[in-house]
C-alpha cells in the first residue's frame, strides 16, 4: 500500500471515529435535559440511554416540594413529606408522541406505579397528560377538563372531614375528562366531575382514552391490588384507582 492510500484510508477512520464520537455526546447531552412533564421525548433519546432511566422515583426533591406548597400540600397538611415519592416516567400521548410524565405518590405504591407505567409505555398505551396537579393550583375541576392523570392532593372526600385516597398519595386517576365521576342522588340530580364529562358517562359509547374491564391499563392497575372507582355500586369514578 502506497503512503498516500495510507493516509487516505488513516483520515477516513479518524474523520469516522469523531463523526461516530460527536453523534454520541450529541445525544447523551439531548438525554441530559430537565425533566419537565408535556416535554416530547425522541425513541432514539430512550434507546440511547436504556428505558430504566426514564422510570424512576426518589423521595420528595425540594424543587418539587416548593412547588406543592400552598396547593397539592397546603398549611397544616398531616402526610409526612417522607411518606411521598416523586416519580419520572414517559407515556404515549393521544397522537403516538412519548411525553415526559411526573407524578406524586405515596411510598408504598410507587413501585407498583413505576412497573405499571412502564408496561403501558411498552404498549404505546396513550395518556394524554401526566402532570402535578399544582400545575392547576390543586384545583381538581381543571385538572380533569385538561384530561390529565394526578395522584397525591391533599384533601377531604367531598360532603365530609374524611381524607380522600388522593390525600394519602394512594389513589390514581387516569385521563380524567374521558373517564368522569359520575353520581346520580335519589332525587335524580346527576352530578358529573369534570362538570363538561356528560357525554362520557355513556359507558357504552366509543370514544378514546375509555377506561373499561377490557382496558389493559384497568388489568395491570387490579393486578397489582388497586380498586377500581368504576365498580363502585352507588356512584362512579371510571378514571379512579385505589389502595
Given at each position: 500500500?502506497t503512503?498516500?492510500?495510507?493516509?487516505?484510508?488513516?483520515?477516513?477512520v479518524?474523520?469516522?471515529?469523531?463523526?461516530?464520537l460527536t453523534?454520541?455526546?450529541?445525544?447523551?447531552?439531548?438525554?441530559?435535559?430537565?425533566?419537565?412533564?408535556?416535554v416530547?421525548?425522541s425513541?432514539e433519546e430512550v434507546?440511547?440511554?436504556?428505558l430504566?432511566?426514564?422510570f424512576?422515583?426518589?423521595p420528595?426533591p425540594d424543587?418539587?416540594?416548593?412547588?406543592?406548597?400552598?396547593k397539592s400540600?397546603?398549611?397544616g397538611?398531616?402526610?409526612?413529606?417522607?411518606?411521598?415519592?416523586y416519580?419520572?416516567?414517559l407515556?404515549?400521548?393521544?397522537?403516538?408522541r412519548?411525553?415526559?410524565g411526573e407524578?406524586?405518590?405515596n411510598?408504598?405504591i410507587?413501585?407498583?406505579?413505576?412497573?405499571?407505567f412502564?408496561?403501558?409505555?411498552q404498549?404505546?398505551?396513550?395518556?394524554?397528560?401526566?402532570?402535578l396537579?399544582d400545575?392547576f393550583?390543586?384545583?381538581?375541576?381543571?385538572?380533569?377538563?385538561?384530561?390529565?392523570?394526578?395522584?397525591?392532593?391533599y384533601?377531604?372526600?367531598?360532603?365530609?372531614?374524611?381524607?380522600s385516597?388522593?390525600?394519602?398519595?394512594?389513589a390514581?386517576?387516569?385521563?380524567?375528562?374521558?373517564?368522569?365521576?359520575?353520581r346520580?342522588g335519589?332525587?335524580?340530580k346527576?352530578?358529573?366531575?369534570?362538570?363538561?364529562?356528560l357525554?362520557?358517562?355513556?359507558?357504552?359509547?366509543?370514544f378514546?382514552?375509555?377506561?373499561?374491564r377490557?382496558d389493559?391499563?384497568?388489568?395491570?392497575?387490579?393486578?397489582h391490588?388497586?380498586?377500581?372507582?368504576?365498580?363502585?355500586?352507588?356512584v362512579?369514578?371510571?378514571?379512579?384507582?385505589?389502595?
Amino acid at each position: 500500500m502506497t503512503r498516500k492510500r495510507i493516509y487516505i484510508v488513516g483520515l477516513a477512520v479518524f474523520v469516522i471515529a469523531m463523526f461516530g464520537l460527536t453523534g454520541r455526546a450529541q445525544t447523551v447531552r439531548a438525554t441530559s435535559k430537565a425533566w419537565k412533564a408535556g416535554v416530547v421525548v425522541s425513541a432514539e433519546e430512550v434507546e440511547c440511554t436504556g428505558l430504566e432511566r426514564w422510570f424512576t422515583q426518589q423521595p420528595i426533591p425540594d424543587a418539587i416540594f416548593a412547588r406543592m406548597q400552598g396547593k397539592s400540600y397546603p398549611a397544616g397538611c398531616t402526610i409526612p413529606r417522607s411518606s411521598l415519592r416523586y416519580i419520572q416516567v414517559l407515556h404515549y400521548d393521544g397522537d403516538g408522541r412519548v411525553r415526559m410524565g411526573e407524578m406524586v405518590c405515596n411510598k408504598l405504591i410507587a413501585d407498583d406505579l413505576i412497573s405499571i407505567f412502564k408496561e403501558l409505555y411498552q404498549h404505546r398505551y396513550p395518556i394524554q397528560s401526566m402532570r402535578l396537579i399544582d400545575d392547576f393550583d390543586a384545583v381538581d375541576e381543571r385538572s380533569m377538563r385538561a384530561n390529565n392523570s394526578t395522584c397525591f392532593c391533599y384533601r377531604t372526600v367531598k360532603g365530609s372531614n374524611k381524607l380522600s385516597a388522593h390525600a394519602r398519595g394512594m389513589a390514581v386517576d387516569i385521563n380524567a375528562l374521558y373517564n368522569p365521576y359520575y353520581r346520580k342522588g335519589r332525587n335524580g340530580k346527576v352530578t358529573v366531575q369534570p362538570s363538561n364529562a356528560l357525554k362520557y358517562c355513556d359507558r357504552s359509547a366509543s370514544f378514546p382514552y375509555k377506561i373499561d374491564r377490557n382496558d389493559l391499563l384497568y388489568k395491570l392497575f387490579i393486578k397489582h391490588g388497586f380498586r377500581w372507582g368504576g365498580a363502585w355500586r352507588t356512584v362512579k369514578d371510571y378514571q379512579h384507582f385505589e389502595k
